[in-house]
């Protein structure tokens, strides 16, 4: 075969970059889990199970939670106005595995009789969408008892129709499994009510409680007269007479705030208890509690529940779910679910394959650009805000968290140590110097020239979102506050106000391409300074700017992070601005990979990270492998074209360290079997 080498006009590379700017492809990479906030396993099938997410619908698995699929037709997801917030519960119909209930914050109840393929709601006589808990009688797959914000309603036909039956706001439903007429109802603010009569009158059942607000209670399904309820801010209350009376459990429990509970169905005397602050479990019936929960990165628990067959123990956390067979070893099993929130992303600009992300719970590191993660958490339960590798260091990275902790590692992630107690809201380190370290907090920026051994304040700032470090001089950097942009030379805070007003100012950037160029995103629109901020320029009326970032070759390249519309593109230096994809979603995080020309990263409100589409044959990053990338191989080839826009070394299909006429006959050969 004869192999053609052709020159290129540079007018068809323009088109094709300019192809790629308006069609951008993006996959979706993880990392696996999120919040998981309830979870349903069916009684047919101890391998079928539903999980409930907080706005990313609902999954299913049918082989005991190693893969998991979202199943969400007919929900409305992610439409930019109208998602469901939060899953709150999931009832599977005894009698008939198929049929599914969805209780929905705001937008009410779901159903579903295919088993999850498709969902359609069941609102008729409903006043308030807004449901915390749904009862579905095992006895009757008719008959249900929901809690809305407005009271409790019930349905004998299937959710066809409801009827308002209490005023009461409860928080949580259970039954008495022997006995499924008798319902009990946890309340904000009025304690436990009890009903005998399938929900038609009910009554206060408080005889020693002293906690008003009781979020949570399970029944022994043994011994259904023992009931466990939690409460928000006094632990666990226990009644042996079917509530007549209830005596506080709480002894060892390090956390108040009651989240779920389970009793063992095998043994009474064991009952377990999740918290906003770990796991406990009690192996006496609840007289005493020790932590637990090894394996489990996550430390605010949302649920709890054994399986039909009483084992496995599921639990479901922030950060995903986890099951356990022995009540002591935990493993997750969240391959399928993308539910992450992404803080921050950041990007090895050593070893470019390699990227952090920080999520509402944990670290989490990548070594092949972001197709597979390993969680690299400092510690359980972090809340981690920002996460930071040293662009001249792979080894040294930065981690910080809701809880006012900053992490600090020199192996890659692979260890921590805890070298700040501060609340941490943004993480900025010299390009030049690992050493030199800025944390954001409440009211200061916190520096240290030492790698984080010693520290001083920089004072007199707003509240912060942002900072960046001038690349030209380490001195110099600006914060993003939620009184605008500020500037410091190295000594005290200047507000810059000319040309952009004192508002929250979500992200700050400075072009590395030349830095008299900076960028912010604020509350009233994208500006622009090319006077290192002594006077700045409206560009764009866009409000609702999380984060930027800018093309590693091309300055004029910038992509903007939003809450609600995706992500924007503009071409020319923020002047116009056009959408890029994800446009449902809400992005508040973006990061451009360093070396490689339209590699972008987003990271999301509770969907995960996304990132433009690459194929190791589609050189032209279109989403089809043609004979365009043939054109551009062979450009490459020819030397007619130095920089692809797919990667630096994509051009080297069979990874030899060569780009030669192999490659070419490579290409030629996947293209004859297409």
Known sequence: MKIRVCLLPPIFLTFVHLLMAMNPNWISTGPDGGPVNCFATSSSSTNTLYLGTWSMGVYKTTDGGNNWIPKNVGLPLSDGSSSINMIVEIEIASSSPETVYLATYEHGVYKSTTGGENWFPVNSGLSNLNIRSLFLDPSSNNRLIIATDSGLFKSTNGGNSWTNISSIVSTCLIYDPTTPQVVYASTFGQGIYKSTDNGQTWNPINNGL???????????????????????????????????????????????????????????????????????????????????????????????????????????????????????????????????????????QVSRKNIFVGTGESVFKSTDRGMTWTSCTPAPGLRVVQVAVAPSSSNIVYAGGYLGNLWKS?????????????????????????????????????????????????????????????????ATLYAGTTRGVYKTLGGNWIQLTNGIPAYDAMSVMIDPHDRRVVYASVQLGFYKSTDSGNSWNRKSEVTSARDLAIDSLDSNKIYMGTYGLGILESIDGGSNWHSFGLDTLRVLAVAADPITSGRIYAGTESAGLFQTYFDSYDLNLDGQINSTDLLLLEAVVSENLSNLPCADDCADLNQDGKINVVDILLLHSDLTKR
């Open 210 to 348: 002293s906690a008003t607000t009781i979020n949570t209670l399970t029944i022994d399904s043994a011994q259904p007269g023992i009931l466990f309820a939690g409460s928000f801010n006094k632990g666990v209350y226990k009644s042996t007479d079917a509530g007549e009376t209830w005596t506080q459990t709480s002894t060892g429990l390090t956390e108040q705030n009651i989240r779920c509970l389970a009793v063992d169905p095998l043994s009474s005397n064991t009952v377990y208890c999740g918290t906003s602050n770990g796991l406990f479990k009690s192996s006496n019936g609840g007289q005493t509690w020790v932590v637990s929960g090894t394996g489990i990165e996550s430390y605010y628990i949302n649920c709890l529940a054994f399986s039909t067959a009483a084992s496995p123990l599921y639990l479901g956390t922030q950060g995903g779910l986890y099951k356990t067979e022995d009540g002591e070893v935990w493993s997750a099993i969240n391959n399928g679910i993308k539910g992450h929130t992404i803080n921050s992303i950041s990007i090895d």
């Open 410 to 474: 020199t192996d890659g992630g692979n260890t921590w140590d805890l070298i700040l107690i501060y609340p941490i809201s943004s993480i900025a380190i010299d390009p030049g110097d690992a050493n030199k370290v800025y944390v954001g907090g409440d009211y200061a920026v916190e520096a240290s020239h030492d790698g984080g051994y010693n520290w001083w304040t920089i004072p007199g700032l707003q509240p912060i979102y942002t900072i960046c470090v001038d690349p030209g001089e380490a």
